[in-house]
């Protein structure tokens, strides 16, 4: 299938906000003296939060503690928290309005964290539009956000271009019909996720000469090559 817009999800795959929210939780639950360490933390990477609170509160305990935890982290990410862009986000996106190639956002973070990170990110108005964890009922990797952020593009899944950092992530976009490109962060591709995405690159910055490759002429009827 042609491909015509391109998607990207937004903590670890746009910004660099992974590494910090993690830090928040895991010096949350320290000050606590309650039991979360990164490999427990990780186990929550690219879920929305109705889902990661069930993980995070079967960790924890209880939605009680779970409950503390949270308005200590909101705390410590409240003001003026700098998420920077990941490597080659600028570009690529720039790149990509150049040719005309409609963008969104699909997050398992909520509708008003998507616009605030991507407003401080300064690259908000690269997007035709967002789609957030809490405006679909099953989040990550089911496909819905995916699918709302085509239909918000007026595009068919299928004929989108999705860059995430997750295997959750992957698995939701793949699940909708995307041709996916996984980018790590935290979480390195394993054999098996390699094998079931279309690209593993190092960094977005790996994508901008492949372009081209990926849309050609937004007219072309030929399905591009990964």
């Known amino acids: 299938m042609p491909l015509r817009a391109a998607i990207f999800d937004m903590d670890g795959t746009l910004v660099d906000s992974e590494r910090v929210i993690m830090h928040a939780w895991l010096a949350a639950t320290s000050e606590l003296g309650l039991p979360l360490i990164p490999k427990d933390y990780m186990r929550v990477v690219g879920l929305n939060v109705e889902e990661s609170d069930k993980i995070l509160a079967a960790l924890l305990g209880d939605p009680g503690t779970l409950g503390e935890v949270r308005r200590s982290v909101r705390e410590r990410l409240t003001g003026s928290v700098a998420y920077?862009?990941?490597?080659?986000?600028?570009?690529?996106?720039?790149?990509?309005?150049?040719q005309g190639i409609p963008c969104a956002v699909a997050s398992s973070s909520s509708a008003r964290e998507?616009?605030?990170?991507?407003?401080?990110?300064?690259?908000?108005?690269?997007?035709?539009t967002i789609a957030g964890g809490d405006e679909v009922d099953r989040g990550k990797p089911d496909p819905a956000v995916y699918q709302l952020a085509a239909a918000r593009l007026g595009v068919s899944p299928v004929h989108c271009l999705a860059f995430e950092d997750s295997p959750h992530g992957a698995a939701s976009a793949s699940a909708a019909g995307a041709t996916v490109v996984f980018v790590p962060d935290l979480r390195e591709a394993t054999p098996e996720l390699a094998r079931s995405v279309s690209l593993?690159?190092?960094?977005?910055?790996?994508?901008?000469?492949?372009?081209?490759?990926?849309?050609?002429s937004c007219s072309d009827s030929e399905p591009p090559v990964p």
């Open 114 to 128: 998507i616009e605030e990170r991507l407003t401080r990110a300064g690259v908000l108005h690269f997007f035709e």
């Open 84 to 98: 920077p862009l990941k490597p080659g986000a600028i570009e690529l996106l720039t790149v990509l309005r150049k």
């Open 200 to 216: 593993v690159l190092g960094s977005l910055a790996d994508a901008v000469p492949r372009i081209s490759g990926w849309f050609g």
